[in-house]
Antibody
Framework: EVQLVESGGGIVQPGGSLRLSCAAS????????MHWVRQVPGKGLEWLSQ????????NYADSVRGRFTISRDNARNTVYLQMHSLRAEDTAIYYC?????????????WGQGALVTVSS | EIVLTQSPATLSLSPGERATLSCRAS??????LAWYQQKPGLAPRLLFY???NRAPGIPARFSGSGSGTDFTLTISSLEPEDFAIYYC???????????FGQGTRLDI
């Protein structure tokens, strides 16, 4: 069974940093692109970042480029999101998601989400 | 950036009725469109990838169609468990980027 489990969420002050982790199991992790998506509670979904299967390529939404960094450790079956210069508007539930296939559009498995609250 | 506009924002229907949800792109996206269902407190669930390819476990009452800029998610006969929020998502390749529509809430 495919499982994605996020951790590392919590409360952080404006301007602070936080690193989210997403531990994957039940599939060959190194064979899949991975993504981070966030959702302000009660609002819509926002794609944040993508990393390819070996970690050599990454892409970001304009809203987080230069502040957030996606990375992965295929030996640990884990994808990370390092977040710096956090703002109140970064408060959201952060999901990691597996890309179904690099040639199609669709994220076929999602974690349960990690809540990040940016507040003083 | 390509914008996806979903309509209606809210759709109120009864079990057994047919639901038609729309997603319009600000420019052509070919077939790079996915649909998701999200229930309260849960992560989104993939329904369709590349417009009309049903994800594993998705019932046949769900169907996806469209191309270019206009896409439709249809639920032929609503079951109680179908009442949720539905999002469309597009992908562009150069540079690689994804956007979601704002969602359609399907209310009982």
């Amino acid at each position: 069974e495919v499982q994605l489990v996020e951790s590392g969420g919590g409360i952080v002050q404006p301007g602070g940093s936080l690193r989210l982790s997403c531990a994957a199991s039940g599939f060959i992790f190194e064979g899949f692109w991975m993504h981070w998506v966030r959702q302000v509670p009660g609002k819509g979904l926002e794609w944040l970042s993508q990393i390819n299967s070996d970690g050599s390529g990454t892409n970001y939404a304009d809203s987080v480029r230069g502040r957030f960094t996606i990375s992965r450790d295929n030996a640990r079956n884990t994808v990370y999101l390092q977040m710096h210069s956090l703002r109140a508007e970064d408060t959201a539930i952060y999901y990691c998601a597996r890309d179904k296939n690099p040639t199609v559009a669709g994220f076929d498995h999602w974690g349960q989400g990690a809540l990040v609250t940016v507040s003083s | 950036e390509i914008v996806l506009t979903q309509s209606p924002a809210t759709l109120s229907l009864s079990p057994g009725e047919r639901a038609t949800l729309s997603c319009r792109a600000s420019q052509s996206i070919g077939s790079y469109l996915a649909w998701y269902q999200q229930k309260p407190g849960l992560a989104p669930r993939l329904l369709f990838y590349d417009v009309s390819n049903r994800a594993p476990g998705i019932p046949a009452r769900f169907s996806g169609s469209g191309s270019g800029t206009d896409f439709t998610l249809t639920i032929s006969s609503l079951e109680p468990e179908d009442f949720a929020i539905y999002y469309c998502q597009q992908r562009t390749n150069r540079p690689l980027h994804y956007t979601f529509g704002q969602g359609t809430r399907l209310d009982i």
